[in-house]
């Protein structure tokens, strides 16, 4: 069994939830032991890890928006515990994304100062989605850093949310407007809206990762490929966006019909490992790893590429360093 690095895995800050009620609330929501695994940054994660053969894991933020104070608060917490296990753990940024030019400063600050490897970023802002160039300081900060931006489900608006809602309990719309659905055709969507408003042709050399085997795109990508070219005409297609700026993790997926999806429509130079702990245990994700080198639908050397390299390639982390 080759390294493995996983960089979708989550924390929860005491700072962050004490300074915003709806954050605590929605926390509040999660079941007790993933609260406690959440604020674990010490022997229990590392436990955790060992289980699931997790060499590095990098941490980022769970669910929800803080300040800028209390973002660098937070930032400064995880540098602290990242320095105990500098070699077991990394970290995403967390960054307030409704004040841009805040979070590029923040992002400057976590990359060069703190040694983070990027930022994990939430899908929108109260329904706002990055499209919109107010929010692009981010991505040229992320450029010049040459760094990645991990966007991230999260929960729809409130202005969003009736879109959900029809003739079933509102337990369900809650699911379709989260992980039952609307997580992943959300950050699907947000992607093509980047490449259509040009974000990538400004910053070519712009680096974005998303989750859960594609957000849903490989599935549709050849039929959106064709129907952009109607669109405006951009420098670079879609294709090229897809095959240069695009990184593609497993988090939170662990069947092999939606990674042969995945692998048909994208390198695998850019397809990586992930599990999203502590949501998803890192013991499962093991034992999809098995499953996959089983299948031989990953193998040899492409298969060191999906488990680390790919990861220590694109983030400057090494896997089982001394």
Same mark, same amino acid.
């Given at each position: 069994?080759?390294?493995?690095?996983?960089?979708?895995?989550?924390?929860?800050?005491?700072?962050?939830?004490?300074?915003?009620?709806?954050?605590?609330?929605?926390?509040?929501?999660?079941?007790?032991?993933?609260?406690?695994?959440?604020?674990?940054?010490?022997?229990?994660?590392?436990?955790?890890?060992?289980?699931?053969?997790?060499?590095?894991?990098?941490?980022?933020?769970?669910?929800?928006?803080?300040?800028?104070?209390?973002?660098?608060?937070?930032?400064?917490?995880?540098?602290?515990?990242?320095?105990?296990?500098?070699?077991?753990?990394?970290?995403?940024?967390? @960054?307030?994304? +409704? *004040?841009?030019? $805040?979070?590029?400063?923040?992002?400057? &600050?976590? %990359?060069?100062?703190?040694?983070?490897?990027?930022?994990?970023?939430?899908?929108?802002?109260?329904?706002?989605?990055?499209?919109?160039?107010?929010?692009?300081?981010?991505?040229?900060?992320?450029?010049?850093?040459?760094?990645?931006?991990?966007?991230?489900?999260?929960?729809?608006?409130?202005?969003?949310?009736?879109?959900?809602?029809?003739?079933?309990?509102?337990?369900?719309?809650?699911?379709?407007?989260?992980?039952?659905?609307?997580?992943?055709?959300?950050?699907?969507?947000?992607?093509?809206?980047?490449?259509?408003?040009?974000?990538?042709?400004?910053?070519?050399?712009?680096?974005?990762?998303?989750?859960?085997?594609?957000?849903?795109?490989?599935?549709?990508?050849?039929?959106? @490929?064709?129907? +952009? *070219?109607?669109? $405006?005409?951009?420098?670079?297609?879609? &294709?090229? %966006?897809?095959?240069?700026?695009?990184?593609?993790?497993?988090?939170?997926?662990?069947?092999?019909?939606?990674?042969?999806?995945?692998?048909?429509?994208?390198?695998?130079?850019?397809?990586?490992?992930?599990?999203?702990?502590?949501?998803?245990?890192?013991?499962?994700?093991?034992?999809?790893?098995?499953?996959?080198?089983?299948?031989?639908?990953?193998?040899?050397?492409?298969?060191?590429?999906?488990?680390?390299?790919?990861?220590?390639?694109?983030?400057?982390?090494?896997?089982?360093?001394?």
């Amino acid at each position: 069994m080759p390294p493995l690095i996983t960089l979708e895995e989550h924390y929860s800050s005491p700072k962050v939830l004490e300074s915003n009620k709806t954050i605590s609330a929605l926390y509040n929501n999660f079941p007790p032991h993933l609260l406690h695994k959440l604020d674990s940054l010490g022997d229990e994660r590392i436990q955790d890890m060992d289980e699931g053969m997790v060499s590095l894991q990098v941490i980022s933020h769970g669910p929800g928006e803080a300040t800028p104070p209390v973002c660098a608060a937070a930032n400064d917490d995880l540098a602290a515990a990242i320095s105990k296990n500098p070699t077991r753990l990394a970290g995403f940024a967390m @960054i307030t994304m +409704s *004040q841009p030019t $805040a979070a590029a400063r923040e992002l400057t &600050r976590c %990359v060069k100062d703190l040694g983070f490897v990027g930022a994990l970023v939430e899908n929108h802002v109260d329904g706002q989605f990055y499209d919109d160039e107010r929010f692009w300081p981010v991505f040229e900060t992320a450029q010049e850093l040459d760094v990645p931006i991990y966007i991230h489900p999260c929960f729809p608006a409130e202005n969003m949310v009736g879109y959900y809602k029809g003739n079933y309990e509102d337990s369900v719309a809650v699911a379709l407007g989260a992980y039952g659905w609307a997580w992943h055709s959300e950050t699907g969507l947000h992607i093509l809206r980047l490449f259509a408003s040009g974000l990538f042709d400004r910053f070519p050399r712009l680096k974005i990762v998303i989750g859960h085997m594609g957000e849903l795109l490989p599935f549709q990508l050849e039929r959106i @490929i064709v129907g +952009s *070219q109607r669109w $405006a005409k951009r420098q670079r297609c879609l &294709r090229e %966006v897809w095959r240069n700026n695009i990184w593609v993790t497993t988090s939170g997926m662990f069947t092999l019909p939606p990674l042969a999806c995945l692998l048909q429509t994208t390198s695998i130079d850019h397809v990586l490992y992930s599990v999203d702990y502590p949501f998803s245990t890192t013991k499962t994700g093991l034992e999809f790893v098995e499953e996959i080198e089983k299948s031989g639908l990953i193998v040899g050397e492409d298969l060191e590429k999906f488990t680390f390299k790919n990861a220590e390639k694109l983030l400057g982390v090494k896997a089982g360093a001394d």
